[in-house]
């Protein structure tokens, strides 16, 4: 299927400076400002595992994500995808399937320069759970590594810039044998305290790092 990383998309929200994710690198801007995102808060404080020793598996993980998106949008075409991604795309059809999903968004960034933070979930959708309809975030993994704690840490991430704490919060682990496994956070308000914690701390590790930048600045206009 190529490189997906080349297709994400960018949005620019209602507000001023204008806000968007920059493809080529997958950071977050306001105007001149970059925005921290939740993957990156995360990996600051060292909460959340990061594969670069694996690029295969990321690339993976990330045709999966495209290739389910092209599905929701009904512009898959299914002689493009490899057998392990069909099954993978059949696991996730089956989930939609049995909890009665809406898709309500796929892949839309999220702004919140208040925060300095920013992100995009794999999801926003409507879902039957426990014979009620709700709104829930889920995020789509790949791979054979299990459960992480830092899954939970993610999605919380994501309710605080959307500013929820009513939507359930879940991962969906597709299997390329068109399998998947649920794993659901509740404790919305362990989960948001701990990534808030880290959103303060990348803040003002990112400050020290920006005041640095200016005394070697000053350093040099001197000498």
Known sequence: MGDMADHLAWAAPDNEPACFL???DHTYWCG???????????????LKVHWKDAPESMQFGSDVHFATQLDDEGDLDEESVSSEIMGCIQGWRQFKKDFQVVIEQREQPVFRPDLGAAG???????MTYQKARVSAIPDIKTGSSGLQPWWAWQTAGYAVLLDTV???RLVVHL?????YKIHWFNDILGDRAVFQAALLIAR???EIEKGKGNQDGSKRKKE
Do not use: C, W, Y
Not at 32 to 46: A, D, W
Not at 120 to 126: L, V
Not at 175 to 179: D, K, S, V
């Open 204 to 206: 003002v590790k990112q």
């Open 120 to 126: 995009t979930p794999d999801a926003i959708i409507t």
């Open 22 to 24: 920059r493809v080529s």
């Open 32 to 46: 001149k400002t970059p925005l921290l995102g939740v993957g990156q808060i995360l990996e600051i404080n060292g």
């Open 166 to 168: 009513a939507s359930k």
């Open 175 to 179: 299997e390329a044998n068109g399998r």
